[in-house]
């Protein structure tokens, strides 16, 4: 409950009163929730997030009734209007047409009466007399019982939802939502620092692991947030540690002087730092090349390898893509810079079927045109680290099991690019997971997390559904490669 005066607000049970902005107010509210809905009321409170681009997705609920009097959902006289994209039909820019007749006398096969012109409307909420408060303060056709934000798909970092919340509605989402940790899982929120720059983790630990703790390390527009949804099927198994490494998510801004070497450094600190003497080390995309690099410098932290959307060099279309990308988030076209990351990351939909790719494409179109100026300057000093230390040192690797797979659509870090990093791995099997891109672990979240989590557990991971063939690629370099 988000309150100015915290000091007059009566104490209950299961209430949290808040004083602060309502960016801070979502961000704790989404940390609460852990990947459950956060409803949000009253509608001036869902303008605000609106106002701030903080709203990826809007669900209006249409009652056949004109009030005449309340609270506009979004009203800013002069103000730019917000347009809005269908996403529950085939024409994003189609107009949604109702007809309706006003009902101010009992006609055959109406329910209303001179008496109660709002007879169709009002008997919905007889019984939740408490909601007839919410509609009364629509306006016009559009009724916002309340709004609700969710956290979105990982990818990518933190954005927030408008939805109403209808119960019926809400039910149905919040049963494919991941739940509240349980009581064996307890979240705990580390803030840290390294070499004088500031960075945090989030540690859901496992009272009762069936293994080591699990590192996840995701792309570079990721952050620890990005996987609440996954702890669905992973914090049931062992202890799960995500993190904003100095640069990255919510992190200090990090010079690009400092390399790859330098972040697997950070890992190991943050690591000591928690506790974690081992781990289950999985990387995605960025994640890997950081992983992989804290594997080779530091093997006596790692239990088991997992990489995904992964590569031993950078793709060509990445390094020919970097400089028109830089160069147009400098200049501030997020348009154009947007649509050249779009396509980066996301496959050709002519290249095969890919689970979700319309729905991803446009959340991670919203990702990327709500970025801060903090994320854009983050973003670039990124791409001028990778393409200035590179990705890839010939250095050795622990012989660890290791498991490496990717989309079979991917063409960032093509399926070919996966095997002939696994070839470089002692002990490494490769796959590919069936209908996705190079945001696998996005598209088929469910997948991918119990992958990742079979392997992690010593259980057979050959013959699933929804993968490709296994391979040993690095077979012949078991035993072969000393650890440093």
């Not at 996987?227 to 198994?237: D, F, G």
Request: one cysteine or more; proline letters at 9%.
């Amino acid at each position: 409950m988000l309150t100015p005066h915290p000091q007059d607000a009566q104490p209950a049970d299961g209430a949290t009163f808040l004083s602060c902005d309502v960016a801070d107010a979502v961000r704790i509210g989404l940390e609460a929730a852990g990947g459950k809905n956060l409803e949000v009321f009253p509608p001036s409170i869902g303008r605000q997030l609106l106002e701030r681009g903080l709203v990826d997705e809007a669900d209006l609920h249409v009652a056949p009734v004109l009030l005449g009097d309340g609270i506009r959902l979004l009203d800013r006289p002069g103000g730019a209007p917000v347009r809005l994209e269908l996403l529950n039909g085939d024409d994003p820019s189609a107009t949604v047409n109702v007809r309706h007749r006003p009902v101010t006398s009992t006609r055959p096969g109406s329910r209303g009466s001179p008496s109660a012109p709002f007879g169709p409307f009002i008997p919905h909420y007889q019984d939740r007399p408490q909601m007839n408060d919410y509609g009364q303060k629509a306006r016009l056709l559009v009724i916002m019982d309340r709004f609700a934000v969710i956290p979105l798909f990982p990818e990518p970092s933190m954005r927030t939802v408008l939805t109403t919340a209808q119960v019926s509605l809400n039910a149905q989402r919040q049963a494919s939502t991941p739940p509240s940790p349980k009581p064996s899982e307890q979240v705990e929120e580390r803030s840290l620092s390294f070499e004088g720059f500031a960075y945090g983790c989030r540690v859901v630990r496992q009272s009762a692991p069936r293994t080591a703790p699990l590192l996840l390390l995701g792309g570079s527009s990721q952050d620890r947030y990005s996987w609440q949804a996954h702890e669905k099927w992973l914090a049931p198994l062992c202890t799960v540690i995500t993190v904003d490494l100095p640069g990255y998510g919510s992190a200090d801004f990090l010079p690009a002087r400092y390399g790859i070497d330098f972040l697997a450094a950070a890992v190991k600190h943050m690591l000591v730092e928690t506790g974690m003497p081992q781990v289950n080390l999985f990387g995605g995309c960025f994640g890997e090349v950081v992983g992989l690099r804290f594997a080779q410098l530091h093997p006596g932290f790692v239990r088991r390898i997992v990489f995904c959307g992964a590569a031993k060099r950078l793709p060509a279309i990445y390094t020919d893509a970097v400089p028109r990308l830089s160069h147009a988030l400098e200049r501030g076209d997020t348009e154009a810079a947007v649509g050249g990351l779009v396509r980066l990351f996301m496959s050709n939909p002519g290249s095969g079927k890919v689970r979700r790719h319309a729905a991803v494409t446009r959340l991670l179109q919203r990702q990327f045109m709500n970025q801060t100026p903090d994320e854009i300057t983050k973003a670039v000093e990124h791409n001028t680290r990778l393409v200035t230390h590179g990705c890839y040192e010939p250095l050795p690797v622990p012989d660890v099991p290791t498991l490496v797979f990717t989309g079979e659509y991917d063409t960032l870090c093509t399926p070919e690019m996966g095997r002939e990093l696994a070839a470089t791995l002692p002990a490494a099997r490769f796959t590919t997971v069936k209908e996705a891109d190079h945001l696998v672990t996005v598209e088929r979240r469910e997948e991918s997390s119990e992958l990742i989590g079979r392997f992690c557990t010593d259980r057979p991971i050959d013959d699933l559904p929804y993968c490709g063939p296994v391979e040993s690629p690095g077979a012949e370099l078991i035993g072969a490669t000393p650890c440093r």
